[in-house]
């Protein structure tokens, strides 16, 4: 239940980023950062709570696959912030379009695709 707030607020993070983006010329390294690194962040802090309640060790919470998830997020979020700055004279419409592509993608089609590897 904890989890579903946690991706709530990473989806409410990487929008405000994309507003953010938007009306300043923030870097691409730095957007990404802000968005895959606050997500992680709070999620690790949120697991590692359960996980201490429960007695299990934190260092489960740096397995291989929540790294590569992490990595792969990083590089989605660099890929599509690029595009955003780079096609941000265009239209909303294409704005919104690869807005909309990189939430799905970061944070719905990278863990889903490595959780099922």
């Not at 429960?54 to 929540?66: D, E, R, T, V």
């Not at 096609?87 to 990278?110: P, Q």
């Amino acid at each position: 239940m904890g989890f579903d707030y946690v991706l709530i607020a990473g989806i409410l993070l990487y929008t405000l980023t994309v507003r953010v983006l938007g009306s300043t010329r923030i870097k691409t390294v730095t957007a990404a950062s802000i968005v895959v690194g606050g997500y992680f962040l709070l999620s690790c802090v949120v697991k590692g709570i359960s996980y201490h309640a429960y007695g299990i060790s934190l260092w489960q919470l740096l397995s291989i696959s929540s790294l590569t998830i992490v990595i792969l997020q990083f590089i989605a979020a660099l890929f599509i912030f690029a595009k955003m700055q780079h096609d941000g004279d265009d239209s909303y419409g294409t704005w919104f379009g690869w807005g909309v592509i990189g939430l799905i993608v970061i944070f719905f089609a990278i863990p889903m695709i490595i959780s099922r590897i």
